[in-house]
């Protein structure tokens, strides 16, 4: 789609492009530069106050504070934990749905999986609540076997997290399984590969950026989370947790840390964008 | 590609096992809604439809879905206009900048809800709030607007990315003017996305909690604000047992209607 250089057609770019564009940035990297700034500023401890004075003691706290670490790489291990279970769930299911099931089973198998994204984050979450409870479903359900289940905790939060991001991993790679023709499955099957070695040769590769573009979800939603590990996780607490904590007592400590799951996302997107990612998102 | 039956049989199990796991949860949140006690416990002593009475009474419930409704509703109609304009220039034209833009649609999203929510406060303390616009509605649904409009841009983009350019070049060629085209072909051919697409902006701004408890304010409580007010509120629980049930059998409907509009946009266009 050339678009000629003509004055006409410059000027209709400039007319698309200016109300969306001054949104964001007024509203969006307007609001993120405050953010970053007020990173820069101090609380007085006395009155909670911000004291507009320039100085780099919160960045000077995050990074020699040991919880502080901690809690990130707590929080970057889970939700890299939540990317790793749902890629592994998603995948047997995205195939079988595109692949496996009848064509007149795809529309239902994508319908079913769809359906929950709707029901509510907070809905869902706390119905885990209700499972995980100590009179809750699961324990019933693994009474008779003589086991207890997670209860409220790091695990509960990962189960949960990984529930609730599961549809945005599945998506994406039906959506590429789909697309795969199935003269390339065939191809290989002729040319004397097994099933192992087709997928492993041909389809892994063709969904990589799907997964990957499901994973920018499953990994940005639980680095960032911090209700549904309120509710299920216990006495866990996640960098989303720490800074929802902070910021009516300490805005510039908060805007700090948000630092970090901002600079670790930045970082992946990066990643994931040169393996060309972010183009099926 | 040529599985063993015992490979197809795995993979049907692991899907079904996959969608049970999907639904247990959501059957419980419909039977809590039906159950007699007051706290769950499992199993449940017995059936009432007392708590769904209740809930159709509580005034709270009934002021947060309002809120909802009318913050979703707003921000979805400025999703649309920002969303379509931005499709149009990214599909439609070659720019420098051009992938930079599609990347700065997609940031708010791409973010945590809990950055962008305590950046959009950050903002809204230092700038809007000395010049006498306090945190409300308002603020609530430039919040939300901001992050749909991402949504709308993704569907608009799918359609305009299928849809041969030549047909706007015909409509011209035939001595169309710009809206004319616009108006006579463009618009019907995309007609379906905005839906599908205000659809999927108006449930994101529907759930949203995080970024919402950060730019509401006291005095405005959406529907997920409410419920989470109330879920620590024992008294409460049987009503926002009901409500959460609701949720979940009106969630049916968006699906439905996605799926009628047309195949591409499944509701899966995120």
């Known amino acids: 789609m050339p678009a000629a250089p003509a004055s006409g057609s410059r000027l209709r770019l400039t007319a698309l492009l200016a109300p969306p564009l001054l949104w964001l940035t007024l509203a969006y990297l307007g609001s993120l530069a405050v953010l970053l700034l007020s990173a820069f500023w101090a609380t007085d401890s006395f009155t909670s106050d911000v004291v507009h004075t320039w100085n780099t003691d919160n960045f000077h706290e995050l990074l020699t504070t040991p919880v502080y670490r901690t809690i990130a790489l707590r929080t970057l291990s889970i939700a890299a934990a939540v990317t790793v279970i749902d890629a592994l769930l998603a995948l047997p299911m995205a195939f079988f749905m595109a692949r496996v099931a009848g064509r007149r089973w795809r529309r ?91 997928l492993r040769s041909v389809v892994l590769p063709a969904v990589r950026p799907a997964v990957l573009a499901g994973s920018v979800f499953t990994f940005s939603l639980s680095l960032g989370d911090y209700l549904t590990v309120q509710i299920v996780g216990g006495k866990t607490q996640l960098l989303g947790n720490v800074i929802a904590s902070q910021v009516t007592l300490d805005l510039p400590m908060a805007a700090a840390l948000s630092a970090v799951p901002v600079v670790l996302i930045v970082c992946y997107l990066a990643a994931v964008r040169r393996a060309g990612a972010l183009d099926s998102l | 590609m040529r599985l063993s039956r015992t490979a197809k049989v795995v993979l049907g199990c692991v899907t079904a096992a996959g969608l049970a796991l999907v639904y247990v949860p959501l059957l419980l949140v419909l039977l809590n809604s039906v159950n007699a006690d007051r706290s769950f416990g499992w199993p449940p002593s017995g059936l009432t439809g007392r708590w769904w009475r209740a809930a159709l009474h509580s005034d709270g419930a009934r002021q947060a879905l309002l809120t909802s409704v009318r913050a979703g509703l707003a921000a979805t109609a400025i999703a649309l206009v920002l969303g379509t304009l931005a499709a149009y220039a990214v599909h439609r034209h070659r720019f420098f900048g051009r992938r930079t833009v599609s990347f700065l649609l997609v940031l708010p999203i791409a973010l945590p809800g809990i950055v962008s929510g305590i950046a959009l406060n950050a903002a809204f303390r230092t700038v809007l709030e000395p010049i006498g616009i306090g945190f409300g509605l308002f603020t609530v649904v430039v919040g939300h607007a901001t992050f ?123």
Request: proline share 7%; aromatic share 10%.
């Open chain 1, 108 to 198: 239902p198998l994508l319908v079913a999986v769809v359906t929950p994204l709707w029901a509510g984050y907070l809905v869902k979450a706390y119905a885990w609540r209700v499972m995980l409870g100590e009179d809750g479903v699961v324990n019933a359900a693994l009474a008779p076997l003589g086991l207890h289940g997670p209860g409220y905790g790091t695990t509960a939060a990962v189960i949960v997290l990984g529930y609730l991001w599961l549809p945005y991993m599945i998506l994406p790679v039906y959506a590429a399984l789909e697309r795969l023709p199935g003269r390339v499955l065939e191809a290989s099957a002729d040319l004397g590969a097994g099933a192992w070695r087709t």
């Open chain 2, 148 to 270: 749909c409009v991402v949504i709308v841009f993704n569907n608009i983009g799918a359609r305009l990315s299928r849809l041969a350019p030549s047909l706007a070049e015909a409509s011209a060629d035939l001595g169309a003017r710009p809206w004319q085209t616009f108006r006579y072909v463009t618009f019907p051919a995309m007609r379906s996305a905005l839906f599908a697409g205000g659809l999927l902006a108006f449930a994101l701004s529907f759930d949203e909690i995080v970024v919402t408890t950060f730019t509401a304010g006291p005095g405005t409580r959406t529907l997920p604000i409410w419920i989470y007010e109330n879920l620590a509120r024992p008294h409460q629980a049987p009503v926002v047992n009901v409500v959460a049930a609701l949720l979940v059998l009106l969630s049916v409907v968006p699906v439905y209607i996605a799926q009628r509009l047309s195949s591409d946009t499944a509701g899966g266009r995120l």
